[in-house]
């Protein structure tokens, strides 16, 4: 979470490694702590101009992977009377040796450090402790909440370092609690320590290892969520896959509890779920395997509900042990993906949302590639167009959904946010995030009311920057967005988002970060009947020509029903046919028996859309 949107002081914020051309003072010596020095950025003009300054320069300690946001003293309304933080995890050039907490104050912006005691705090991961606990890579969630609290997710291990996943021994997440005092932050912690169900043959804790919990507050800061991914112990059928263990608090974090988990075993409840899975071998159920491969996230909305937000995969095996084994599938390139990309088993964004008795879910939309591989021998590694890493054996750079969310300040819309490449490329049978644009779809909590329009944020009709379409790497979203409507109907969201590529796609050249505040205007309204013509239109049928059977292709938004009827060259029609469409892409038969050769025109309609083909029978 580098970039941060604070309402309070309408800024931006966005952290980062240096530049290759960026100067710190004192300069920072060898390279390796050169490259560490972390350094904020600031607009409070939602992007039209920036400044920046430092937070974090050591000639030992080697800052990596920063996240961070800006601080605001209650009341205040001034830049100059805030602080911009970051945190991340420390290297010596050979091992992970610990984490770094930094703060300035933002009355000065240059290229220092803050000489402020106890403003660069380095924590080690080994003793003796300079605080009475020890975390790991605090590089994933950072939070700023109303009540004048910074929240940091940090890791737990035995030991980082370690070679195999057992001796690093992952235990649970460091909730890092920041508490402004005099010009400085007060660092605490707090520790979960979930208990997930054990092999039975190895005695191994049953959960994804290496995998960084997920952890979401509220904005007054009493509701709070940290989420892990395993299996709970005592779950049967289908409830026995690698799902959410999701712990919560509603006192600010003075306790946590256990919450319930998500029953997929009410078949009703979770039909959206399962009818886009294939049921385990050795029995009639599916089992759920949220996938973490293209991204997850979480956030809370204005009734301090959680949404929980996701692919999944199907389990492949029913036996209790065997639940990591999931489903792969075979495509057109001869490549194994991780979903089937034929209709019903698509990559489905779902968000799972806390409700007063469970869960519930949604589909937010379908996506129509997965990621490549990064690792040499990894199917789509071929396909991957960043180049390969020689000293990192022939790695590249990974290019998954990056699914990430944002919410307006008050909770009551949140804008969901993923990567995928267009199918313009991906129809040639090719499924892989090539070349990704963003795209985003916007859903109304009030109304319980998902936005029709899907927005590709990076290539829209018109005003695509060419630095970031199709290129559309690395990418950040702001947790909070503005919002500002006189009606649902008329409501824009400004979204901060960066994107991080190179030209060309090699990872020894310098990064550019390209901004932008983002317009998502009228969701619930404008666009909706044009969403649906253009699927309506960009319908095909195929074979054509075709004999007893044909199919028509059709890409949707949103479930709907489709109706077909088949007319000859004088008007009359000759067969008629309606089908439950479901949202992605859906191959629809129409039954030819009976039709003599000729030339016909089918008409495809859904709801007031409509479009006609031409069909060839033999």
């Given at each position: 979470?580098?970039?941060?949107?604070?309402?309070?002081?309408?800024?931006?914020?966005?952290?980062?490694?240096?530049?290759?051309?960026?100067?710190?003072?004192?300069?920072?010596?060898?390279?390796?702590?050169?490259?560490?020095?972390?350094?904020?950025?600031?607009s409070t003009n939602m992007g039209q101009?920036?400044?920046?300054?430092?937070?974090?320069?050591?000639?030992?300690?080697?800052?990596?992977?920063?996240?961070?946001?800006?601080?605001?003293?209650?009341?205040?309304?001034?830049?100059?009377?805030?602080?911009?933080?970051?945190?991340?995890?420390?290297?010596?050039?050979?091992?992970?040796?610990?984490?770094?907490?930094?703060?300035?104050?933002?009355?000065?912006?240059?290229?220092?450090?803050?000489?402020?005691?106890?403003?660069?705090?380095?924590?080690?991961?080994?003793?003796?402790?300079?605080?009475?606990?020890?975390?790991?890579?605090?590089?994933?969630?950072?939070?700023?909440?109303?009540?004048?609290?910074?929240?940091?997710?940090?890791?737990?291990?035995?030991?980082?370092?370690?070679?195999?996943?057992?001796?690093?021994?992952?235990?649970?997440?460091?909730?890092?609690?920041?508490?402004?005092?005099?010009?400085?932050?007060?660092?605490?912690?707090?520790?979960?320590?979930?208990?997930?169900?054990?092999?039975?043959?190895t005695n191994e804790a049953m959960f994804?290892?290496?995998?960084?919990?997920?952890?979401?507050?509220?904005?007054?800061?009493?509701?709070?969520?940290?989420?892990?991914?395993?299996?709970?112990?005592?779950?049967?059928?289908?409830?026995?896959?690698?799902?959410?263990?999701?712990?919560?608090?509603?006192?600010?974090?003075?306790?946590?509890?256990?919450?319930?988990?998500?029953?997929?075993?009410?078949?009703?409840?979770?039909?959206?779920?399962?009818?886009?899975?294939?049921?385990?071998?050795?029995?009639?159920?599916?089992?759920?395997?949220?996938?973490?491969?293209?991204?997850?996230?979480?956030?809370?909305?204005?009734?301090?509900?959680?949404?929980?937000?996701?692919?999944?995969?199907?389990?492949?095996?029913?036996?209790?042990?065997?639940?990591?084994?999931?489903?792969?599938?075979?495509?057109?390139?001869?490549?194994?993906?991780?979903?089937?990309?034929?209709?019903?088993?698509?990559?489905?964004?779902?968000?799972?949302?806390?409700?007063?008795?469970?869960?519930?879910?949604?589909?937010?939309?379908?996506?129509?590639?997965?990621?490549?591989?990064?690792?040499?021998?990894?199917?789509?590694?071929?396909?991957?167009?960043?180049?390969?890493?020689?000293?990192?054996?022939?790695?590249?750079?990974?290019?998954?959904?990056?699914?990430?969310?944002?919410?307006?300040?008050?909770?009551?819309?949140?804008?969901?946010?993923?990567?995928?490449?267009?199918?313009?490329?991906?129809?040639?049978?090719?499924?892989?995030?090539?070349?990704?644009?963003?795209?985003?779809?916007?859903?109304?909590?009030?109304?319980?009311?998902?936005?029709?329009?899907?927005?590709?944020?990076?290539?829209?009709?018109?005003?695509?920057?060419?630095?970031?379409?199709?290129?559309?790497?690395?990418?950040?979203?702001?947790?909070?967005?503005?919002?500002?409507?006189?009606?649902?109907?008329?409501?824009?969201?400004?979204?901060?988002?960066?994107?991080?590529?190179?030209?060309?796609?090699?990872?020894?050249?310098?990064?550019?970060?390209?901004?932008?505040?983002?317009?998502?205007?009228?969701?619930?309204?404008?666009?909706?009947?044009?969403?649906?013509?253009?699927?309506?239109?960009?319908?095909?049928?195929?074979?054509?020509?075709?004999?007893?059977?044909?199919?028509?292709?059709?890409?949707?938004?949103?479930?709907?029903?489709?109706?077909?009827?088949?007319m000859n060259l004088m008007g009359q029609?000759?067969?008629?046919?309606?089908?439950?469409?479901?949202?992605?892409?859906?191959?629809?038969?129409?039954?030819?028996?009976?039709?003599?050769?000729?030339?016909?025109?089918?008409?495809?309609?859904?709801?007031?859309?409509?479009?006609?083909?031409?069909?060839?029978?033999?």
């Amino acid at each position: 979470k580098p970039l941060q949107y604070n309402e309070d002081l309408n800024a931006v914020s966005f952290i980062h490694r240096k530049s290759s051309t960026y100067v710190s003072s004192p300069v920072a010596t060898p390279a390796a702590a050169a490259s560490g020095v972390i350094v904020a950025e600031i607009s409070t003009n939602m992007g039209q101009t920036w400044d920046s300054t430092c937070l974090w320069i050591s000639n030992t300690n080697y800052a990596r992977y920063p996240q961070g946001g800006l601080y605001n003293p209650p009341g205040n309304t001034s830049i100059s009377n805030a602080y911009a933080l970051c945190a991340g995890p420390i290297t010596n050039g050979t091992n992970w040796t610990g984490s770094y907490l930094a703060s300035k104050k933002l009355d000065v912006f240059n290229n220092v450090a803050s000489t402020t005691p106890n403003a660069q705090q380095f924590m080690p991961n080994t003793p003796p402790y300079t605080h009475p606990f020890k975390f790991d890579f605090p590089s994933t969630d950072f939070t700023y909440v109303k009540s004048g609290d910074i929240y940091i997710m940090g890791r737990i291990y035995d030991n980082y370092n370690a070679t195999t996943a057992a001796a690093q021994g992952q235990r649970g997440a460091r909730i890092i609690k920041g508490t402004f005092n005099a010009g400085v932050f007060n660092w605490t912690t707090d520790s979960i320590i979930p208990t997930f169900r054990q092999n039975s043959s190895t005695n191994e804790a049953m959960f994804i290892r290496g995998l960084s919990p997920q952890m979401a507050w509220n904005n007054q800061g009493d509701v709070g969520y940290i989420a892990f991914i395993g299996a709970r112990a005592g779950a049967l059928k289908s409830n026995s896959g690698y799902q959410p263990m999701i712990y919560k608090t509603t006192n600010g974090g003075t306790s946590w509890n256990l919450m319930a988990g998500m029953n997929f075993n009410d078949t009703v409840t979770f039909k959206a779920t399962h009818q886009h899975l294939v049921a385990a071998s050795g029995g009639t159920f599916t089992i759920p395997f949220f996938w973490y491969g293209e991204g997850m996230d979480m956030t809370v909305d204005k009734d301090n509900r959680l949404h929980f937000v996701s692919t999944v995969l199907g389990a492949s095996k029913s036996d209790p042990d065997s639940i990591g084994y999931i489903y792969q599938f075979n495509n057109k390139d001869q490549q194994t993906y991780m979903f089937g990309h034929t209709p019903g088993l698509h990559p489905y964004i779902y968000d799972f949302t806390e409700t007063a008795t469970g869960w519930k879910v949604n589909i937010v939309d379908s996506m129509s590639s997965e990621s490549p591989g990064s690792r040499t021998g990894d199917d789509g590694y071929t396909f991957n167009p960043w180049d390969a890493d020689p000293s990192n054996s022939n790695s590249k750079i990974d290019i998954d959904a990056r699914i990430q969310l944002s919410r307006s300040v008050d909770g009551r819309y949140i804008v969901y946010t993923w990567s995928e490449s267009d199918t313009n490329f991906t129809d040639q049978g090719v499924k892989w995030n090539q070349y990704p644009n963003v795209k985003a779809r916007v859903y109304d909590v009030l109304k319980n009311k998902m936005g029709a329009v899907e927005y590709n944020i990076t290539n829209p009709p018109t005003g695509a920057n060419q630095n970031v379409q199709s290129s559309a790497y690395n990418k950040y979203v702001s947790p909070k967005c503005t919002v500002s409507y006189a009606a649902d109907s008329t409501a824009t969201f400004k979204l901060p988002m960066t994107v991080s590529n190179s030209q060309p796609l090699a990872q020894l050249l310098p990064n550019t970060h390209w901004y932008s505040t983002t317009e998502l205007v009228n969701p619930f309204s404008v666009g909706i009947q044009e969403q649906v013509l253009n699927s309506v239109n960009n319908s095909v049928m195929f074979p054509n020509p075709a004999a007893g059977t044909a199919i028509l292709a059709i890409d949707l938004k949103d479930n709907a029903k489709v109706e077909l009827s088949v007319m000859n060259l004088m008007g009359q029609m000759v067969k008629q046919s309606s089908a439950s469409a479901q949202i992605g892409e859906n191959n629809i038969q129409i039954d030819l028996s009976g039709l003599t050769p000729g030339i016909y025109l089918v008409n495809v309609k859904v709801g007031n859309s409509m479009s006609t083909k031409k069909l060839i029978v033999e």
